[in-house]
């Protein structure tokens, strides 16, 4: 599981769109439940980190 969590976590650095990451404290702006769309545009990997680090509801 400690294995598959720094995976995880490098994954999520190559792949994670970098102006997400960058405001996603800005997006957000102290709100909690905050839901996200995704049009179905292959951006699994975005999809999963909202939800893991920030347990936001995706759409």
Same mark, same amino acid.
């Given at each position: 599981s400690f294995h +598959?969590?720094?995976m995880l976590k490098?994954? +999520?650095k190559? +792949?994670?769109?970098?102006?997400l990451? #960058? #405001?996603i404290d800005k997006v957000l702006n102290g709100r909690k439940?905050?839901? +996200?769309f995704f049009p179905l545009c292959g951006k699994a990997v975005d999809m999963?980190?909202?939800n893991l680090y920030y347990s936001l509801t995706v759409l």
């Open positions: +598959f969590l720094m490098i994954v +999520f190559l +792949f994670l769109h970098s102006m990451e #960058n #405001n439940g905050v839901r +996200f999963k980190w909202l």
